[in-house]
């Protein structure tokens, strides 16, 4: 037991005295949350928009004022031709313009045209939709006793605000262990290999159990703190609350850090230089994180076979888990699969990884 | 303990170990007492640094058996890992840990303290405890190589492996390790140490000469130079560059090596009338200050001779 302290302890002395680590280590989740929270957002805010009305009716002026109140949109300015509205759109000033026809209030079927700079898609859509419910709810109040139409009632639920930040905390939760339980540990093991010290540690009575374990406890710990940082951050400045139980979330982010120190382990029994070991967390589990977790796009969009490989990225069951239990506030039961999964994947990866260390060099 | 028993004897039997085509030990047989100081001579790339993994169990041969302190460096790699003290040929200390925190740290890894066994290191030890909270990466390469000594001592080993602790050190401080192993010696630690400083073979009680794998021939270092059976010759003059292409090509020459400050040269027949020949020849050479004397065979002679 001795041993095995002051073996964490050397670890911690490593962590600490390297400039470089300490700061990736610690300023990494809060410089990531503030990057998604603040820089990196698929929310529409405050997108320029510009409106060529062509009657100037109380009805367009109040739809006009409707748009510019809107938290989504920012009136950039009105135009009087559509020469002058293709010319916005070249310039890339907006990415909205609004006409309305002459005459718009008096006209029965009159119609109001949106047009959008599709060059992203995705945010084209969206702009289209929140642009007609504006409209549409606007011509509502104006013709509210007229109207027979079906009005469909919506309710968001876990998310009413339909924030970002529900979605990218969990997953920015599930990079950052990744990167600092494996890449760290596997870049740690990897430099007692290149600097020659594990030649050394592996002539001593050290169990190599105990090499893999105070290897990896220093970055467990430390992945709490970066569990706790996230958690205080997403709490306090971007307002996404933690529903269910706390020690729950805790207990599930300890799981699946303990699957990513597991990797860790793995990676470095196959690379024999830093650089390799750093690639391949890098390649092998970055890209997959952010691509196939759910994180950034949905799998249920992707074709089949990426579908079934996501099923072993394991982000994409702990951002599952972290989700129900953090978001929705679901009960322990309700994520029994996804801890099963991550309890299988981690005892599989202990197996493998133990299996495959090097008693000799 | 093993050191009351005084078994701590090294055996190699025939060890065998290929790295793809390249052989870097070919049916090595050696056998180490008990207490002793037992020097691997030989360049790079003799095969020095495999057969120390081998016996430290930390590479397995192809073929062949070792043994060490009567133990078995396949079967009892635990045992083994527990007796030996081996420093590598880098060094493979923590450099951003300091010179106690690294010490304190091989102690608690071999479940010892610094205080237990401070009487077997002091003398090495006290000598870079001035500067014990320096980090290592800092230190000199000579006290680099004190440093990591005193960590692969700190245990109180049986046997003590040493892989070139001298390279790149300078001779004084080279000078003073070998005071130190001496006095490891004088405990019974059985030491097999290697380098591929001739000069330094002297000061093991037996040596090996190794060369791509293989035992040329093992003895005493006096014994060594005792079996070197031609009369040598330190040659000098002005111009050395030349003079050594044409003393080889004297028609009588064994063999001339560049040694230092001097040509070192055995002839293929020895006698007044040879030795007339050959200053008459560099006389015809138009050599006017060359100067000829019979001298001792070094250790190196005898490397180079084999």
Not at chain 1, 100 to 119: E, G, K, M, N, R
Not at chain 1, 245 to 257: E, F, K, N, R
Not at chain 2, 46 to 64: E, H, M, Q, V, W
Not at chain 2, 140 to 160: E, F, N, T, W, Y
Request: hydrophobic share 45%; glycine share 6%; proline share 4%.
């Amino acid at each position: 037991m001795k041993q095995f302290i002051s073996f964490v302890r050397k670890e911690f002395y490593h962590i600490f005295r390297d400039a470089r680590t300490t700061m990736i280590l610690l300023l990494m989740p809060v410089i990531l949350i503030i990057l998604f929270g603040y820089a990196i957002t698929t929310e529409i805010k405050r997108v320029p928009i510009a409106i060529f009305d062509q009657s100037r009716d109380e009805l367009t002026l109040k739809m006009t004022d409707r748009l510019k109140a809107s938290e989504y949109f920012e009136l950039y300015t009105i135009v009087d031709s559509y020469k002058d509205a293709q010319a916005l759109f070249r310039q890339g000033k907006v990415h909205v313009i609004v006409v309305f026809p002459p005459q718009y209030a008096s006209t029965p079927d009159a119609q109001v045209q949106v047009l959008a700079d599709a060059t992203d898609p995705n945010e084209a859509t969206q702009l289209i939709a929140y642009c007609s419910a504006i409209i549409a709810e606007q011509l509502r109040g104006e013709l509210a006793v007229e109207s027979k139409a079906v009005t469909p009632v919506t309710t968001l639920l876990y998310n009413p605000q339909m924030k970002g930040a529900y979605n990218f905390v969990p997953g920015v939760m599930g990079l950052i262990l990744i990167l600092i339980c494996a890449m760290m540990t596997s870049i740690g093991i990897v430099k007692e290999k290149e600097m020659g010290t594990m030649e050394v540690l592996l002539v001593s009575p050290l169990k190599p159990i105990y090499i893999i374990l105070a290897k990896a406890i220093p970055y467990l710990l430390l992945s709490m703190v970066n569990i706790a940082t996230i958690l205080l951050l997403s709490y306090f400045l971007l307002d996404v609350p933690i529903k269910g139980s706390l020690l729950l979330l805790v207990s599930v982010s300890v799981l699946y850090a303990i699957v990513s120190l597991c990797l860790g382990l793995l990676i470095s029994t196959v690379a024999d230089t830093q650089q390799a070991a750093m690639l391949i967390s890098g390649i092998a589990l970055m890209l997959p994180i952010m691509l196939l977790s759910g994180m950034m796009f949905p799998i249920e969009n992707m074709p089949d076979i990426l579908q079934w490989f996501s099923h072993i990225v394991p982000a994409k069951w702990y951002i599952i888990a972290v989700k129900d239990v953090m978001i929705k506030g679901l009960p322990a039961v309700s994520i029994l699969k996804e801890v099963g999964i991550l309890s299988l994947m981690a005892v599989v990866l202990v197996f493998l990884s133990v299996k495959r260390f090097k008693i000799r060099l | 303990m093993g050191r009351l028993n005084m078994n701590n004897e090294i055996h190699i039997n025939h060890i065998t170990k290929r790295y793809g085509d390249v052989e870097a030990l070919r049916d090595l047989s050696l056998e180490i007492g008990s207490g002793e100081l037992f020097g691997l001579i030989g360049p790079d790339g003799a095969g020095k640094t495999t057969l120390f993994r081998i016996l430290t169990t930390l590479l397995l041969a192809d073929s062949g058996s070792a043994s060490v302190c009567g133990l078995d460096v396949v079967k009892d790699l635990k045992e083994i890992r527990r007796r030996v003290g081996y420093m590598p040929g880098r060094f493979s200390l923590y450099q951003d840990l300091t010179v106690e925190e690294n010490l304190n740290f091989f102690a608690t890894v071999f479940n010892t303290t610094i205080e237990e066994n401070y009487d077997l290191v002091r003398d090495i030890y006290s000598q870079i405890e001035p500067f014990k909270h320096r980090r290592a990466g800092k230190l000199s390469g000579g006290m680099k190589q004190k440093l990591a000594l005193s960590c692969a001592l700190i245990h109180r080993p049986d046997v003590l492996f040493l892989d070139e602790p001298t390279t790149g050190v300078d001779p004084v401080s080279r000078s003073e390790f070998w005071d130190m192993l001496d006095r490891l010696k004088r405990q019974g630690i059985t030491i097999l140490v290697s380098t591929p400083y001739m000069d330094e073979a002297s000061r093991c009680d037996r040596i090996a000469l190794v060369r791509s794998g293989e035992c040329l021939s093992i003895d005493t270092p006096v014994g060594i130079r005792a079996s070197y059976d031609r009369r040598l010759y330190a040659v000098r003059s002005i111009s050395m560059y030349k003079l050594l292409g044409d003393l080889r090509e004297f028609p009588d020459t064994n063999s001339c090596f560049a040694f230092g400050d001097a040509h070192h040269l055995t002839l293929r027949k020895d006698g007044e009338d040879v030795m007339r020949r050959l200053r008459d020849y560099l006389k015809g050479k138009g050599y006017e200050d060359v100067s000829l004397e019979p001298i001792e065979p070094s250790i190196e002679d005898c490397f180079m001779a084999l």
